[in-house]
């Protein structure tokens, strides 16, 4: 609960992100698209998918720095103007490398936001209500997930590929630029006052030996390539097997609505199987059905395998913050945040370049196996991962206190009052 007992303010960053997630869900295929219109391979698209993640890959460990001793709220409209001109830019774009350069600073856009967002949640939410606070914050997500490639692939076909990939980027950039209607005063005074006098800044190596944080980095990065993996080539598995674009438009959705199940029974699947339990299960079955997608199964099947696959990725994201905001240092926790983001996207640029050269060599779906055998890695980093007190924030990895610890002992309290 935020300081105060006022809930409204996750709602509106709920819509917010959704608006920003369904631009960047929308724009990631029509990308895809527009780059084999111009003329790209496997192997470019893949490039152009990784830059995407290159940018933030510098900028994430800086901006949860300069988060974690000042206010979350300026980061959310930063990111939403980098997330709606990347889109339309995109668009407007007429050759593969100025394509992959606003690729990039949509993802820096969309870093922004979510190093603000996420930030927010941490920092108004009492210890006992992240792990809930965190799964409807990544229902906005999901929610995008779920609409965004539905609208792309409405737009997206027919003789002029290049031309419909265009109009659906443009549509995109428009459609981020209205979270700014859900983030009018978002941040609670209190919570934002908290974080104005600097504290002593731990060193990102104190940050990283944190027991667990380096776990939730991890799983992190498994289920979020899974994601991205499947969103930026699932059109090429289409392209290849005849599948129009309107059709993986929504087998994507399909696998987002499911996400957003999950996320709506995160909170007793919890009471029911604990942490590391639910963890290492669904890290462990995405991995089996991440391979099989790589089968030639007929799409009715491909549906029920993205179905399924959609609810095991939903579990990794919110607890994996969780994860990594209980274990860190009370004065470090948006750059705890901020380097879970940063394995993100090395994870983006890595596996999607790792993909496009699989998949010139092996074939378009052989990085469905390559995902199948990460996650299979992340069920036993899961299995592995210590258990995290809900109900106490963890100290500094160096042993000491912050200035601003006792003031957030006493927000803590507050909330819980």
Partial sequence: MAPGGNRGWLLRLVI????????????????SYRALALGADERA?????????????????????????????????????????????????????????WSGVMGLGHLCF???????????????????NFGHFTIGASLGQLVGPIAAGALIGGPDMAGSSALALVVAGAGAAVAFTSLWRIEHPRAAGSRREPGPRVPVGGILRARGVPAGILISLSVLSATDILTAYLPVVGEHRGISPAVIGVLLSLRAAATIACRLVLTPLLRLLGRTALLTATCLLAALLCAGVALPVPVW???????????????????????????APDEARSTALALRLTGNRLGQVAAPAAAGLIAGVAGVAAP??????????????????????????????????????????????????
């Fill in 16 to 31: 917010a992100f959704g608006f920003a997630q369904g631009a960047v869900s929308m724009a990631r295929p029509a990308v």
């Fill in 45 to 101: 698209v893949g490039v152009i998918a990784g830059v995407y993640a290159l940018l933030p890959l510098f900028a994430a460990v800086p901006l949860g720095r300069r988060t974690d001793h000042g206010r979350c709220a300026p980061l959310l409209p930063v990111g939403v103007v980098l997330i709606a001109g990347g889109c339309a830019l995109s668009g407007a774009a007429g050759s593969l490398w100025t394509m992959a350069l």
């Fill in 114 to 132: 979510v190093i603000g967002a996420q930030s927010l949640v941490a920092r108004q939410s009492a210890p006992h209500e992240q792990d809930r």
């Fill in 301 to 327: 099947a491909l549906g029920l395998m993205l179905v399924a696959l959609g609810f095991c990725l939903g579990v990794g994201q919110p607890l994996s913050m969780t994860t990594v905001v209980q274990a």
């Fill in 368 to 417: 469905f196996v390559m995902l199948g055998a990460l996650l299979l890695c992340s069920s036993g980093i899961a299995l592995r991962a210590p258990a995290v007190d809900a109900a106490v924030p963890r100290r500094a990895a160096v042993g000491q206190d912050g200035p601003d610890a006792a003031g957030e002992r006493r927000s803590c309290r507050e909330a819980k009052g």
